[in-house]
């Protein structure tokens, strides 16, 4: 699933029978900042479409070169798996989603929109915290084996943050699914890329998941 030529972060799986040893690193080297965002702006919200703001295939996130994610019909699933009640928990005004796959692997983004800043504040800040939930919905005979925490993402405004996790869906075997989230706030919108793949090791010079929720940002701008 995975090119396993040597790359600066690995994270891995492996059993020997049963499950031997979990996940070595997820860390990221690169433009993750140590302050989340950009200083605000004050944004005029008008009457807008969030499909406007919705990722392409190709500014998708990508462990390697060779992964290219194809469009596929809206799922009506849970965006992340660690996503702990429905969506419209968050309180928003307007929705869009776009889903995606590989073999071994499914991607989504989804753009909320919100009736004023304090609102998508409130989402953005439930949606990091989605980082208590991730062993939530594994299925029967899985395992967790690692969360990351939140870690900040530079953005053109607003706030950005991703997280990753690790679990198996069989504790006999020897892969597991590897799944990231983020998510970017700008002014009265949020957008929410989650990004899974199934495998025995995911390998990145930098986490693709950051130029991911940065390009969601700099597209947030087109709907404010």
């Known amino acids: 699933m995975f090119d396993s030529t040597a790359r600066t972060r690995t994270a891995l799986l492996a059993t020997t029978g049963a499950l031997a040893a979990v996940v070595t690193a997820l860390g990221v080297t690169g433009p993750a900042s140590a302050a989340e965002g950009t200083s605000e702006t004050a944004v005029t919200t008008t009457v807008v479409d969030p499909n406007d703001a919705l990722l392409r295939a190709n500014q998708m996130p990508v462990v390697n070169d060779v992964q290219d994610w194809s469009r596929v019909a809206t799922r009506h699933s849970r965006v992340s798996t660690a996503q702990p009640e429905a969506l419209s928990a968050l309180g928003f005004t307007d929705k869009a989603r776009r889903d ?125």
């Open 100 to 224: 995606f796959a590989i073999p071994g692997g499914r991607a989504t983004n989804v753009v909320l929109t919100f009736a004023d800043k304090a609102a998508a504040v409130d989402a953005y800040a439930e949606v990091k915290a989605w980082r208590q939930h991730t062993g939530d919905n594994i299925p029967a005979g899985g395992q967790l084996l690692f969360t990351s925490k939140n870690k900040p993402v530079t953005v053109e405004q607003g706030r950005g943050s991703y997280l990753s996790f690790v679990f198996t869906s069989d504790t006999t075997s020897d892969e597991g699914t590897f799944e990231w989230v983020g998510v970017t706030r700008r002014g009265t919108a949020v957008s929410i890329i989650d990004w899974r793949v199934d495998g025995s090791d995911a390998t990145y010079d930098v986490d693709p998941t950051i130029s991911s929720v940065q390009a969601a940002n700099s597209k947030l701008a087109r709907i404010l």
